[in-house]
């Protein structure tokens, strides 16, 4: 069975850090661009940051660009999302997922290429 499972996120106050876990099951992740995203009340899906499968080119959303850093353990089996200096608009549910888009990461880190989706993890930044 194909399985992503998020963990890390939870509740911390304006500047501070989280380090969110995506570990995959059933399939590897080596040959997979592997993408965070997230989703806010009433606010469409959108993509924060994407690692290539190959090279481990990345990509960063211009509201967390100098904030947050995506990694990949493939000996692992794993990507990470290390949040710094935190911030209340950073609330929402964050979503890994997996997948084989074609083209550059900085051009296809949105939800549609991506085939394989976690259940998500809440992240509330909030004093």
């Known amino acids: 069975q194909l399985q992503l499972v998020e963990s890390g996120g939870g509740l911390v106050q304006p500047g501070g850090s989280l380090r969110l876990s995506c570990a995959a099951s059933?399939?590897?992740?080596?040959?997979?661009?592997i993408g965070w995203f997230r989703q806010a009340p009433g606010k469409e899906r959108e993509g924060v940051s994407c690692?290539?499968?190959?090279?481990?080119?990345?990509y960063y959303a211009d509201s967390v660009k100098g904030r947050f850093t995506i990694s990949r353990d493939n000996a692992k089996n794993t990507v990470y999302l290390r949040m710094n200096s935190l911030k209340p608009e950073d609330t929402a549910v964050y979503y890994c997922?997996?997948?084989?888009?074609?083209?550059?990461?900085?051009?296809?880190?949105?939800?549609?290429?991506?085939?394989?989706w976690g259940q998500g993890t809440q992240v509330t930044v909030s004093s």
């Open positions: 059933g399939f590897t992740l080596d040959y997979h661009a």
């Open positions: 997922a997996a997948g084989t888009p074609l083209g550059a990461v900085q051009a296809t880190c949105v939800p549609g290429p991506y085939d394989y």
């Open positions: 690692i290539s499968s190959i090279g481990g080119n990345t």
